[in-house]
């Protein structure tokens, strides 16, 4: 898939597409991951790569269920209900367990893991390609989805980090 070089080579074509969508829904890039994250995530996969070509690990496909592979070369649309389950493990929130596997095949935490005992994720959908997460606000990606400003807000406001 040519367009797939665009999430490495050509950053600006992402900011663009986010940059377009903030427009026309009149919101900033911060708002729209307080609430248009999974609308934009799958238009800017649509634009770039083409809504047949990506796999989503959205949580009502992946209840609970732990994330086999992740592979180059693939764009992944990813909803951060993938890392909890109703199923007891040595982290949880309110009767949601952490799936730790899915958050070591994702993005193990920079903190201490006792903290996630103490909050759940915002809820947030973002673009994953090559070792790489994206969203409205890291349109040239980070490496681990705990540096997406969104969890980054969240973690500063629960004196986590």
């Given at each position: 898939m040519k367009y797939l070089k665009l999430f490495e080579e050509y950053h600006q074509s992402i900011s663009d597409?986010?940059?377009?969508?903030?427009?026309?829904?009149?919101?900033?890039?911060?708002?729209?991951?307080?609430?248009?994250?999974?609308?934009?995530?799958?238009?800017?996969?649509?634009?770039?790569v083409g809504e047949n070509n990506y796999t989503s690990l959205a949580d009502e496909l992946y209840d609970g269920m732990v994330i086999q592979d992740i592979e180059d070369n693939t764009v992944y649309e990813i909803d951060d209900g993938v890392f909890w389950s109703d199923k007891i493990s040595d982290y949880g929130y309110n009767g949601?367990?952490?799936?730790?596997?899915?958050?070591?095949?994702?993005?193990?935490?920079?903190f201490n893991l006792e903290?996630?005992?103490?909050?759940?994720?915002?809820?947030?959908?973002w673009v994953y390609y090559n070792g790489k997460h994206y969203d409205a606000e890291a349109f040239n990606g980070v490496k681990n989805f705990w540096d997406l400003p969104i969890y980054q807000r969240q973690l500063k406001s629960l004196d986590i980090i």
């Open positions: 597409f986010y940059q377009q969508h903030s427009k026309s829904y009149n919101c900033s890039l911060e708002e729209i991951n307080k609430g248009y994250c999974d609308e934009i995530s799958y238009n800017v996969i649509k634009d770039v949601d367990y952490w799936i730790i596997k899915n958050l070591k095949k994702l993005g193990c935490p920079n903290s996630l005992n103490t909050f759940m994720l915002k809820g947030h959908v």
